[in-house]
């Protein structure tokens, strides 16, 4: 069975740190570009970052730009997403979502399309932060 399966949600307080993982089920990752996404309560879902199957391209929402970041191990068919200096307004369900079509592209163009676009989707972790 082919899943995405993301961990590493939780409670942190501001300025806090979290590591999210995305771990492929079922399939390799490494012939898919990922994309990080998140929706607040209320809110529309917004990609937060990308990157190419390669790992060698990232891009990150103005938002997190700076205190995330994004990394891959195809070793362990897995995608991170590092984030620092938490704040109140990251609180959210985040998920993973995997795409081949533009796997190789620069993950600016990934950062156009929408997660209904991409071909597999976790369930989501949540994050919240919180004093």
């Known amino acids: 069975q082919v899943q995405l399966v993301e961990s590493g949600g939780g409670l942190v307080q501001p300025g806090g740190s979290l590591s999210l993982s995305c771990a492929g089920s079922?399939?390799?990752?490494?012939?898919?570009?990922i994309g990080w996404f998140r929706q607040a309560p209320g809110k529309e879902r917004e990609g937060v970052s990308y990157?190419?199957?390669?790992?060698?391209?990232?891009y990150y929402a103005d938002s997190v730009k700076g205190r995330f970041a994004i990394s891959r191990n195809n070793a362990k068919n897995t995608v991170y997403l590092q984030m620092n200096v938490l704040k109140p307004e990251d609180t959210a369900v985040y998920y993973c979502?995997?795409?081949?079509?533009?796997?190789?592209?620069?993950?600016?163009?990934?950062?156009?399309?929408?997660?209904?676009?991409?071909?597999?989707r976790g369930q989501g972790t949540r994050v919240t932060v919180s004093s």
């Open positions: 979502a995997a795409i081949s079509a533009v796997s190789a592209a620069p993950a600016k163009i990934l950062a156009t399309l929408k997660m209904d676009r991409y071909d597999y």
């Open positions: 079922g399939f390799t990752l490494d012939a898919y570009a």
């Open positions: 990157i190419s199957s390669s790992g060698g391209s990232t």
